[in-house]
Antibody, heavy 128, light 109 residues
Framework: QVTLKESGPVLVKPTETLTLTCTVS??????????VSWIRQPPGKALEWLAH???????SYSTSLKSRLTISKDTSKSQVVLTMTNMDPVDTATYYC????????????????????WGQGTLVTVSS | DIQMTQSPSSLSASVGDRVTITCQAS??????LNWYQQKPGKAPKLLIY???NLETGVPSRFSGSGSGTDFTFTISSLQPEDIATYYC???????????FGPGTKVDIK
């Protein structure tokens, strides 16, 4: 059974650094076809992709937030960690981690990619 | 970055109605397009991948079609449990970025 669970602070102050941990079970972070992504959703607003990481340590970041984000993984602990610096009240959101299933399409010569399992999400409020 | 738009932003329909949502990409994305359902207070759930493939366990009243820049998501017969916000999502292989559409909220009339 695949599960993902987010953990971290529920409240951070402006300018502080947020550190979130996603602990996964039911699959290995060393699986080449799978990765983990962080996605957030401000209250009442749309989903926003933040970053992802794969088994070979390939990482990608949102263009608009790249300078503030760092994603890493500890395969032995089955954990993926996201840090976001210089937090602001506009960063108040529910933060989700999700498993990525990715496979190479040899006909088109590119990867197909989707989020097949999600964590329950964790609400982070930024306020002084 | 590729931009995604969805229309309508919200809709209200009766039980049993056919519901259609469109998603448009700012450039050709072939069929690299997925659809998710998010019920209030819950995490999103994958419904359709690669534009038209139904995820295992998803009811057959859900379907998707399209390629290039224009995509359609359809609920053939709306059920009360389909009340949710629906998002399209694309993956751009170069430069390996993900974009979600702004969502379409579906209510029962």
């Amino acid at each position: 059974q695949v599960t993902l669970k987010e953990s971290g602070p529920v409240l951070v102050k402006p300018t502080e650094t947020l550190t979130l941990t996603c602990t996964v079970s039911g699959f290995s972070l060393s699986n080449a076809r799978m990765g983990v992504s962080w996605i957030r959703q401000p209250p009442g607003k749309a989903l926003e992709w933040l970053a992802h990481i794969f088994s070979n340590d390939e990482k990608s970041y949102s263009t608009s937030l790249k300078s503030r984000l760092t994603i890493s993984k500890d395969t032995s602990k089955s954990q993926v960690v996201l840090t976001m610096t210089n937090m602001d009240p506009v960063d108040t959101a529910t933060y989700y981690c999700a498993r990525i299933l990715r496979y190479y399409d040899y006909i088109w010569g590119s990867y197909r990619f989707y989020f097949d399992y999600w964590g329950q999400g964790t609400l982070v409020t930024v306020s002084s | 970055d590729i931009q995604m738009t969805q229309s309508p932003s919200s809709l209200s329909a009766s039980v049993g109605d056919r519901v259609t949502i469109t998603c448009q990409a700012s450039q050709d994305i072939s069929n690299y397009l997925n659809w998710y359902q998010q019920k209030p207070g819950k995490a999103p759930k994958l419904l359709i991948y690669d534009a038209s493939n139904l995820e295992t366990g998803v009811p057959s009243r859900f379907s998707g079609s399209g390629s290039g820049t224009d995509f359609t998501f359809t609920i053939s017969s709306l059920q009360p449990e389909d009340i949710a916000t629906y998002y399209c999502q694309q993956y751009d292989n170069l430069p390996r970025l993900v974009t979600f559409g702004p969502g379409t909220k579906v209510d029962i009339k």
